[in-house]
């Protein structure tokens, strides 16, 4: 049974950082993409960044938030700088999973872990 488990999230005033880990744990062929979402109250879940071929950020957290990934470890990482207080949500890590040579991807969510951006 894969696991999507996340990790960092917290309180933190406006211009601060915060450091997000998240590990994926299983039985699996291959992972294609590993990724951060946020969904804050009354709003639909956005992407914030993606790894994959390519790696890619939602504009809001451009020149701010930086993913990175170990493939080796399974894990990717989202370091959260100059924080704002519109930066507060959950916030999901995501894996695209294949579970075998011949099985088509899969979507594997973790928990979700609160940020909070607040003086």
């Known amino acids: 049974q894969e696991q999507v488990v996340e990790s960092g999230g917290g309180l933190v005033q406006p211009g601060g950082s915060l450091r997000l880990s998240c590990a994926v744990a299983g039985n699996f062929f291959s992972i294609h993409t590993m990724g951060w979402y946020r969904q804050a109250p009354g709003k639909q879940r956005e992407l914030v960044a993606v790894?994959?071929?390519?790696?890619n950020y939602a504009d809001s957290v451009k020149g701010r938030f930086t993913i990175s990934r170990d493939n080796a470890r399974n894990t990717v990482d989202l370091q959260m700088n100059s924080l704002k207080p519109e930066d507060t949500a959950v916030y999901y890590c995501?894996?695209?999973?294949?579970?075998?040579?011949?099985?088509?991807?899969?979507?594997?969510w973790g928990q979700g872990t609160q940020v909070t951006v607040s003086s």
């Open positions: 995501n894996a695209k999973v294949q579970k075998t040579l011949l099985s088509s991807l899969r979507d594997y």
């Open positions: 790894s994959g071929e390519s790696t």
